[in-house]
């Protein structure tokens, strides 16, 4: 059987093995897992380590934020930056404006993203006025193939108890995850007003304005409006021991409650905030950067299965006045622009410290890279997996290659990972069967990405224990749903 292209020599790895075989790709599918493969193009893969493509499923990407910022990679830059790291598909955020429509808000993210994407990509819609009449136009939503959505527990777009309930209820009807950013709103503004007031309004005061109570308060909120509704939650950015707990206990409870953790949580610290002037501002984002005996604990929870992906959270704005300081420099940390890049480094630094320093194993590492994030958002087998049929979306790693960490590929003009070393790293980078990076090189052009149709959440080897029919809670729930 002749293939259009052949991967040949490398080490196989996914989510539950590993294993010495050829990949031979036809029509931009994987055809055949074998030996001695014939094809009219060859990748020789020897010594190196061949994985399903990064599925980088929590970035920021041309897109505004509550500030009415927008982020300074688009789909163009953003696309490239994520290649570059080893993912082969991503899915942003397209955040409603107060008003808009479902349909208005998908059309203007298909705008921005089909004619500049060099890789694929889909969306999680971000609710922030979730209607009568636009909760009645989710299924609409679901038909064109986003079946994930994001709701948040502060800022002026949260959403009520009521509201999220009713969301969550739709999610679960059609088979889709709702996600929430959970923080207690009004703990974080009493804390920032106390603060504020007493002339703390630096960069550093970050940090002690955001308490990881007001996380757990509301992870805890989260998840007992989830159990009430019997529907599947995720919980993003998980940046507390405690709230990692509180997943924990949901799960081994039987609750389809998944976390998700993010570099900036396992790499770096609140002391990056406590810097000069106003270097510290680099480092703002929410929830806020914790303390080292924080990274330990998320550690473990990574090894233990707590967490089901590791998502970079990308959230672009340059350290000048079109990101950072869109609102001056003489102002308090409440108005600077919150979040940082990341989406090139997720993957290189969850290898080096994850898997080269033997916090987890090579197949956790594809499973919190690609595999899950497959599963929970509805593109596996089709993504995420080396398997006959699947898109070969695969990323080549040089486990060797040490680097350090300096300029990446986004738009950005800081690097808040920037020194750090790093062993393994992505060389060649496949989407459906094109190169897209390869020998440091970018292969694609813009608009080669294709949007992806997403299905319903596989709850199938993610979740404990499935809740027992006497829980009252999902008794309830259940019946209100049926």
């Given at each position: 059987?002749?293939?259009?292209?052949?991967i040949k020599?490398?080490?196989?790895?996914?989510?539950?093995?590993?294993?010495?075989?050829?990949?031979?790709?036809?029509?931009?599918r994987?055809?055949?897992?074998?030996?001695?493969?014939?094809?009219?193009?060859?990748?020789d893969?020897?010594?190196?380590?061949?994985?399903?493509?990064?599925?980088?499923?929590?970035?920021?990407?041309?897109?505004e934020?509550?500030?009415?910022?927008?982020?300074?990679?688009?789909?163009?830059?953003?696309?490239?930056?994520?290649?570059?790291?080893g993912?082969?598909?991503?899915?942003?955020?397209?955040?409603q404006?107060?008003?808009?429509?479902?349909?208005?808000?998908?059309?203007?993210?298909?705008?921005?993203?089909?004619?500049?994407?060099?890789?694929?990509?889909?969306?999680?819609?971000?609710?922030?006025?979730?209607?009568?009449?636009?909760?009645?136009?989710l299924?609409e939503?679901?038909?064109?193939?986003?079946?994930?959505?994001?709701?948040f527990?502060?800022?002026?777009?949260?959403?009520?108890?009521?509201?999220?309930?009713?969301?969550?209820?739709?999610?679960?009807r059609?088979?889709?995850?709702?996600?929430?950013?959970?923080?207690?709103?009004?703990?974080?503004g009493?804390?920032?007003?106390?603060?504020?007031?007493?002339?703390?309004?630096?960069?550093?005061?970050?940090?002690?304005?955001?308490?990881?109570?007001?996380?757990?308060?509301?992870?805890?909120?989260?998840?007992?409006?989830?159990?009430?509704?019997?529907?599947?939650?995720?919980?993003?950015?998980?940046?507390?021991?405690?709230?990692?707990?509180?997943?924990?206990?949901a799960r081994?409870?039987?609750?389809?409650?998944?976390?998700e953790?993010c570099?900036?949580?396992?790499?770096?610290?609140?002391?990056?905030?406590?810097?000069?002037?106003?270097e510290?501002?680099?480092?703002?984002?929410s929830?806020?950067?914790?303390?080292?005996?924080?990274?330990?604990?998320?550690?473990?929870?990574?090894?233990?299965?707590?967490?089901?992906?590791?998502?970079?959270?990308?959230a672009?704005?340059?350290?000048?006045?079109?990101?950072?300081?869109?609102?001056?420099?003489?102002?308090?940390?409440?108005?600077?622009?919150?979040?940082?890049?990341?989406?090139?480094?997720?993957?290189?630094?969850?290898?080096?410290?994850?898997?080269?320093?033997?916090?987890?194993?090579?197949r956790?590492?594809?499973?919190l890279?690609?595999?899950?994030?497959?599963?929970?958002?509805?593109?596996?087998?089709?993504?995420?997996?080396?398997?006959?049929?699947?898109?070969?979306?695969?990323?080549?790693?040089?486990?060797?290659?040490?680097?350090?960490?300096?300029?990446?590929?986004?738009?950005?003009?800081?690097?808040?990972?920037?020194?750090?070393?790093?062993?393994?790293?992505?060389?060649?980078?496949?989407s459906?069967?094109r190169?897209?990076?390869?020998?440091?090189?970018?292969?694609?052009?813009p608009?080669?990405?294709?949007?992806?149709?997403?299905?319903?959440?596989?709850?199938?080897?993610?979740?404990?224990?499935?809740?027992?029919?006497?829980?009252?809670?999902?008794?309830?729930?259940?019946?209100?749903?049926?």
């Open positions: 059987m002749q293939h259009d292209l052949v020599g490398g080490t196989l790895a996914t989510a539950t093995e590993s294993f010495r075989a050829d990949i031979g790709i036809r029509d931009g994987i055809a055949t897992l074998g030996e001695d493969l014939a094809g009219a193009d060859v990748i893969a020897t010594g190196k380590l061949v994985m399903p493509g990064g599925i980088e499923a929590h970035c920021h990407i041309a897109q934020s509550g500030m009415g910022i927008m982020t300074t990679d688009d789909y163009e830059s953003g696309s490239i930056s994520a290649a570059f790291g993912n082969s598909c991503f899915v942003p955020f397209a955040a404006k107060t008003g808009q429509s479902v349909a208005d808000t998908l059309d203007t993210y298909d705008g921005r993203a089909g004619p500049k994407s060099v890789i694929d990509y889909s969306y999680h819609l971000i609710l922030t006025d979730p209607t009568e009449s636009v909760l009645a136009e299924p939503a679901f038909a064109r193939g986003v079946t994930s959505f994001k709701v527990m502060t800022y002026a777009t949260r959403v009520s108890d009521a509201q999220f309930l009713d969301i969550l209820t739709v999610a679960r059609h088979g889709g995850l709702t996600m929430v950013h959970a923080e207690n709103h009004d703990m974080l009493w804390m920032a007003s106390a603060l504020t007031e007493g002339g703390y309004t630096a960069p550093r005061y970050h940090a002690p304005a955001r308490p990881g109570l007001a996380e757990e308060e509301a992870i805890n909120r989260a998840i007992s409006l989830a159990r009430l509704a019997d529907a599947p939650l995720m919980i993003v950015h998980v940046s507390t021991p405690r709230g990692a707990d509180l997943v924990a206990e081994h409870a039987g609750a389809h409650v998944f976390g953790t570099p900036q949580y396992l790499f770096l610290t609140r002391r990056d905030l406590d810097q000069p002037g106003l510290g501002a680099k480092f703002i984002c929830p806020p950067l914790r303390d080292a005996a924080t990274q330990a604990a998320l550690w473990r929870h990574v090894a233990a299965g707590t967490f089901s992906v590791v998502s970079s959270d990308h672009p704005y340059r350290f000048d006045e079109t990101g950072k300081f869109a609102n001056g420099r003489d102002v308090d940390f409440r108005k600077i622009a919150n979040g940082m890049p990341g989406i090139e480094m997720r993957l290189p630094l969850l290898f080096s410290e994850g898997v080269v320093k033997g916090r987890i194993s090579l956790q590492f594809v499973a890279s690609s595999t899950n994030a497959a599963r929970l958002y509805g593109m596996l087998p089709r993504k995420g997996t080396l398997a006959i049929g699947a898109d070969a979306d695969i990323a080549i790693w040089d486990p060797e290659d040490t680097r350090v960490a300096g300029e990446m590929h986004d738009a950005m003009d800081y690097n808040p990972f920037e020194g750090m070393k790093v062993t393994g790293w992505p060389v060649t980078v496949l459906r069967g190169r897209v990076v390869e020998d440091g090189l970018l292969r694609a052009r608009g080669d990405g294709a949007f992806v149709a997403r299905g319903t959440t596989d709850l199938s080897g993610l979740s404990g224990t499935r809740l027992t029919e006497t829980d009252p809670a999902t008794n309830f729930g259940a019946e209100i749903h049926r």
